[in-house]
């Protein structure tokens, strides 16, 4: 969006990504401005964005999705556009695995429970990830003022062969990982 002469300010809570972020600013020459917040409480004033943008961010990892969404539409104007890239739904029904084993469904759809890891070492929650249907997500959106205009739901890439997690060429090929869903803004 800056190469294209347009305005973007990066947001993450993660001191650690900050620093990511301004070693690529290096790297491209191409400075983003970017600040450390929440998405439960982001750090703007109301209506001061065209348009918000999150690629696998905070969304999956909020646990009260709705305050989430609710900073969005606070800080869009009037017709702006939210577009998000999320794990796709589907994905929790199937174990972490990128062979055959990891074809089989061994869980319900709806079964929300997060999915939560923890350190061995400490006993402490090291990562959580929230499940939602995909009928959760049209319903929050909706409560906020979203209309939805775009759900893409893309297909693996042929003669992509990389292993991720429990993803592969064997499960890609047969249910999508990825949810990308556009809305605008009342």
Same mark, same amino acid.
């Given at each position: 969006?800056?190469?294209?002469?347009?305005?973007?300010?990066?947001?993450?809570?993660?001191?650690?990504?900050?620093?990511?972020?301004?070693?690529?600013?290096?790297?491209?020459?191409?400075?983003?401005?970017?600040?450390?917040?929440?998405?439960?409480?982001?750090?703007?004033?109301?209506?001061?964005?065209?348009?918000?943008?999150?690629?696998?961010?905070?969304?999956?990892?909020?646990?009260?999705?709705?305050?989430?969404?609710?900073?969005?539409?606070? @800080?869009?104007?009037?017709?702006?556009?939210?577009?998000?890239?999320?794990?796709?739904?589907?994905?929790?029904?199937?174990?972490?695995?990128?062979?055959?084993?990891?074809?089989?469904?061994?869980?319900?759809?709806?079964?929300?429970?997060? !999915?939560?890891?923890?350190?061995?070492?400490?006993?402490?929650?090291? !990562?959580?990830?929230?499940?939602?249907?995909?009928?959760?997500? @049209?319903?929050?959106?909706?409560?906020?003022?979203?209309?939805?205009?775009?759900?893409?739901?893309?297909?693996?890439?042929?003669?992509?062969?990389?292993?991720?997690?429990?993803?592969?060429? @064997?499960?890609?090929?047969?249910?999508?990982?990825?949810? @990308?869903?556009?809305?605008?803004?009342?």
């Amino acid at each position: 969006m800056r190469a294209q002469g347009g305005r973007g300010i990066g947001l993450d809570l993660s001191h650690r990504q900050l620093q990511h972020s301004r070693r690529l600013d290096e790297v491209t020459g191409l400075a983003v401005p970017s600040v450390r917040g929440t998405a439960t409480a982001l750090p703007f004033r109301d209506a001061s964005f065209d348009a918000v943008f999150s690629s696998f961010g905070a969304l999956q990892f909020v646990a009260d999705l709705d305050d989430a969404v609710a900073e969005v539409a606070r @800080v869009l104007r009037p017709g702006g556009r939210f577009a998000f890239s999320i794990t796709h739904p589907t994905r929790w029904m199937f174990p972490d695995d990128p062979g055959d084993e990891g074809l089989v469904a061994s869980q319900s759809y709806w079964d929300r429970r997060p !999915y939560v890891e923890v350190d061995e070492a400490s006993g402490a929650v090291s !990562y959580v990830e929230h499940h939602r249907t995909l009928g959760d997500w @049209v319903a929050v959106l909706a409560a906020h003022g979203f209309r939805l205009t775009t759900l893409l739901e893309p297909e693996w890439p042929e003669g992509h062969e990389r292993v991720w997690g429990g993803w592969s060429a @064997v499960r890609g090929r047969l249910t999508p990982g990825t949810a @990308v869903i556009g809305c605008d803004l009342g």
